[in-house]
């Protein structure tokens, strides 16, 4: 549980946060803070409520009153373009209903900085360019979105997360579906945004071992509650996963940067 000084310094906080879809909550007294700059993974089982706790602390769900703070201010009370300035939400689900092309998706991230029926400038194109090269995507600037690969299109909506200039980036399993060249790609580039610019992440996934080897800080969730939090090395031990996970497992430790691999035991 965080201490009020902890939640007051905290870039995002929640405090006593519970939710529900329907009936039965799917979040429940979730207490947590995010510091500025941290690099900070949430895991847990399906249907922990790791995608639902990311959209409450994004501001795409409503939160109930007093529960998420975003620098000591209640959600609720920013202003919806306000909020698009400083936090940019990029979601599992990549496919597009229109046939934008890739320097149009990018721009998109320029929309909280225009007033109504005006168009982007040339400080937009600028940014939005540089966010292309940031992530490798420049080549395919004016390819339709959804012709592009699945490793392609998550770096695209990076790249338009980017050009939003936004404080903090919350990425709903950014490494779903790929294949492990482009999910180093990925997390590669995260880390980057990190360590050089200070981006502070708050990411959904399911893979333990990166969860390990890029993330900073763990939170891990069982069924809609928060069970443990810390560095990997604190979260990812055998007992935990066991009971949270409910399998047994190996846990195996990489010699060069300390990353742990969990592996399921043979029934």
Known sequence: MITETQASTALIAAKDLTFAYAEEPVLRDIFLNFQA??????IGPNGSGKSTL????GGILP???ETVFFKNRELSRYKKKELAVSIAWIPQDKQMAFSFKVIDIVLM???PYL??????GEDDYRIAQEAMKQTQVLEFAHRSFNEISGGEKQRVMIASAISQKPEVMLLDEPTSALDIKYQIEILSILKQLNEQENKSLILAMHDLHLASKFCKRLVLLKEGRVFCEGPPAE???KEILEEVYEVKV???QDDEDGSLLVVPERS
């Open 115 to 120: 007033s109504p029926l005006s168009f982007e």
């Open 63 to 65: 939160s109930p009153s």
């Open 235 to 237: 979260v990812l031990k």
């Open 109 to 111: 991230g320029r929309h």
């Open 54 to 57: 990311l959209k409450l602390i």
């Open 37 to 42: 700059g941290e690099f900070t993974g949430v």
């Open 250 to 252: 190996k846990i195996f």
